[in-house]
């Protein structure tokens, strides 16, 4: 028999060796949890943003389609659309005659934002489409 002296602290060791290692893992899975969550609320927020940008955009063709123009200030080209700040930040429209018959094409840049760089909460989307009325 061998003498249980030379054995002694194996256990010991063997035993903080696992809970260093299984307390490693806990902390990887909640890191891995956790960024997983932060980009799911981040994608939900752009999704939210780029619905927004299109609401004002859907807004914007209606009523140049209508019969209205591209707005002058800069006061009317910013509003509130389901908590985001919508900016119009173009609106051009060229005239084309197109087999003796003119029509307007109208181009357009909406954008949809909500919270600031500096804390690192800004969230954006940009739109930019052409539209017209024409044949």
Not at 52 to 62: N, Q, S, V
């Amino acid at each position: 028999m061998r003498p249980v002296r030379k054995q002694r602290g194996v256990a010991l060791f063997t035993v903080v060796f696992l809970i260093v290692v299984v307390g490693g893992l806990a902390v990887s899975v909640g890191l891995i949890s956790g960024q997983q969550q932060l980009t799911t609320v981040q994608t939900l927020e752009q999704t939210r943003a780029y619905y927004a940008a299109r609401a004002r955009l859907d807004r914007e063709i209606a009523d140049l389609l209508d019969g209205g123009s591209c707005p002058g200030g800069s006061a009317e080209n910013t509003s509130d659309v389901g908590g985001f700040t919508t900016v119009l930040d173009d609106c051009d429209t060229t005239t084309v005659n197109e087999g003796g018959t003119d029509y307007e094409i109208h181009e357009l840049a909406v954008r949809a934002f909500r919270g600031n760089l500096g804390s690192g909460s800004l969230v954006q989307r940009s739109i930019r489409v052409q539209v017209t009325a024409g044949p």
